[in-house]
């Protein structure tokens, strides 16, 4: 505003009346935004420095000592961030890179290639206990589940896919790329239909091989798409809890338990509502700090 | 005419004030359970003959409680098991339900912050006869020596017993019953018997029944507590580290259940009704639905037993949970209201033996004892399970002592963690648990 002003940058009359009413327009979505996310947004930072029970009752201010608690004594919030991460790293890229390879896999003209396109979205319209379910039975332990039933046909010995702590968190991001992929794979296909076809054919006539074409055309074209992609996907995997909730309940041993099943925990099961919140605080403090690095990295290779 | 419509008018007026007067005798009060919705099925239905699941009881139930009470009308609100979000965002909106259904190790943190009416002296006044329930029973409902919950059922842990595959080891007597272990040696030597004859464990266990449920029932039978004089949860003892061991011990026999990696609930219990286990060690509510399969034919199950939960010590315990029936309407509620509410659950407690067709074991001994409960199928096989149970310890602690145990003892069987760190960390966990509540 500052340097409207110092340009000598001036609003007529028409425009400032245009801009009342643009601010009209959007303020029933800002009332609203604010009464159900910003205020709610303060509101639990405010619970996170109380002891507060679930329903209302033990309240008593405690200032920052949950925050001090969480950061200097909790082994469980530090290993339910580790999991998180883990599972964000393992799901993320298999997302992403799939997500990628069926778009480019179903941006072609042919007969018949909507149909294959509502096949490979269709397991993101499945709702998460479905999911869990079908998933369940999938990577059931022994012989009973359909995978170790073929591993177990060709002479390998079954796998505990859930129940070891090695292969569950994995197992679980498999389940995720399955049921979830196709949400990229449409975004990424929107940004694909974008890049002109012009561009394509002046590198083929330069000589431009196949890999140099995805390299130097595709892969620049898709950065908003992909800039999209990485932010939701990121905070999709650090708020990821009903899918391990469905297939592991967090277990064995608690090796799965993600932040948000901790705090769901601590503030429902065991009555914590101000942990809880504590916990949920620094979760938004985290994640709003990545989305806004991930902006900030991705518009300076856009001014680049 | 003018007299005639006069007349009529003053009727019109006289019958609509008494209506209202009436409509405003009634009492409605609402109930929040979960047991699930089936309005559609038994909206409209007030016979009980053949109907065996929870929700078809308890939906018609309701609907009886309606037809003979125009007084006191009952409105329910399914809530998702187990039933605590909705009954705490409820309290916390001050609008409570009028009566709810909770789990009994759930009670002592609602009662000891003020949530839940002292039930009692209303009780008393209703005519609930506390010395009805069975002495492990009435603990679910107490905290600090007073009901705050009517306990309505056990859901304990118990053997499930295939007969055919215990014939094949030569271990059913001459009158068809299984020769039950009550001894380790005893198990044992019955656990290698079936294996050598059928090649199937005797006792598949998955889940919480191999770890919270069976080291907590052991501690029992070992003479251990789960809480010490102040009521403070104590896992950390000699008697945990010995039950731990032997829970250990089972599996690594591998004769009593498959590994625990290699098995999940579900499929424990289709290997039980396929037959391809000779026992199960799960919950009195798998009952029913395993009657129901063999009398349909489709399973290889076909003689089957029930058995309580081995006694392999000196001491009887076993696990169970309990659905309680409690008032949360606070400490100050209108005591008519209460009474209404109260009145309501020792209608569902008097009838609670339609209840007992589902599996789950009862709390009262007159039930028990009933000509009605005698007959159901099963019921004199496990018949002391009433009396052996012991409740999670009464303390604020009770439903996170669940979850933690479970964990840490899963570590221990995965062989995460020594029997000793595992425990250690139970204890600490417990131990900031209780501090934080301080």
Known sequence: ????????????????????????????????????????????????????????????????????????????????????????????????????????????????????????????????????LVFARVFAPGERGFVNAVLSSIGLEPIAWFLDEANAMPTIAITKVWWSVGFNMLIFLAGLQEISQSLY??????????????????????RRPMLFVIVLQLIASVQVFPLIDVLTGGGPAGSTRPLVMYLFERSFDYWQLGYGSAIAFVMFVFLFSI??????FFSRGEGN | MRRLILILGILVLVLSLGTTALAQDAMTLTVLRFFGDCVDDFGDVTDLSGITSECGIMTVLTNIWNEEHPDIQVETIVADWPGTTQLNAAIAAGTPP??????????????????????????EAVG????????????????QGEFYGVPFDLAAT????????????????????????????????????????????????????????????????????????????????PEALEALNFVLELQDLGVVSRPYNEINGAIAVENFANGESAGLIDGTWRINGFDRQIAEGDVALKNYYVADFPQLFDNPGTFAGSHNWLVPLGQNADPARVQAAVSFIKWLSD????????????????????????????????????????????????????AIVHEEVEAAVLEIKTPEVALADAQARLDDFVLFQS
């Open chain 1, 201 to 222: 054919d002046a590198a083929k006539v330069d000589g431009g091989g196949r890999w140099s074409l995805f390299r130097h055309i595709t892969l620049p074209g898709l």
């Open chain 2, 158 to 237: 118990i053997w499930h017993i295939n007969l055919d595959l215990w014939a094949e080891a030569g271990l059913v007597d001459d009158m068809g019953a299984p020769m039950l272990p009550t001894s380790v040696e005893d198990f044992v030597s019955a656990a290698e018997k079936v294996h050598a004859a059928t090649g199937k464990p005797i006792a598949e266990m998955a889940g919480q029944a191999a770890t919270v449920r069976s080291l907590t029932a052991y501690i029992y039978q070992l003479g251990g507590a789960l809480a010490d004089d102040a009521g403070n949860p104590t896992i950390d003892t």
């Open chain 2, 128 to 143: 609930i006869d506390a010395s009805d329930f069975t002495e492990g029973a009435a603990d679910y409902g107490l905290y």
């Open chain 1, 1 to 132: 505003m500052a340097a409207i002003r110092k340009a000598g940058f001036r609003l007529s009359k028409i425009e400032r009346q245009e801009a009342l009413v643009g601010v009209v327009f959007i303020l029933p979505f800002l009332i609203l935004y604010v009464i159900f996310n910003f205020l709610p947004i303060l509101q639990g930072f405010w619970i996170s420095l109380h002891n507060w029970d679930v329903i209302g009752t033990n309240v008593r201010f405690v200032g920052l000592r949950n925050y001090e608690i969480l950061f200097s004594k909790d082994k469980l919030f530090w290993s339910s961030l580790e999991h998180t991460l883990f599972f964000a790293l393992l799901a993320g890229p298999g997302l992403i890179v799939t997500g990628l390879a069926l778009a480019l896999m179903l941006n072609q003209r042919v007969r018949g290639i909507g149909i294959f396109r509502t096949i490979f979205y269709m397991p993101n319209i499945l709702s998460v206990t479905v999911v869990g």
């Open chain 2, 351 to 402: 009838n609670s033996v339609v209840w007992a067709r589902v599996g789950h074991g009862m709390t009262r001994s007159s039930v028990i004892n009933s000509e009605e409960f005698q007959n159901l199928p099963h019921r004199a096989e496990y018949a002391s399970m009433s009396q052996n149970v012991r409740s999670v310890p009464r303390e604020v602690w009770g439903n996170a002592f669940w």
């Open chain 2, 98 to 123: 009028d009566i709810a259904v909770l789990h009994g190790r759930r009670i002592p943190i609602y009662a000891s912050r003020g949530a839940l009416t002292p039930l009692t002296d209303v009780m």
């Open chain 1, 291 to 296: 989305s806004i690095i991930q902006l900030w």
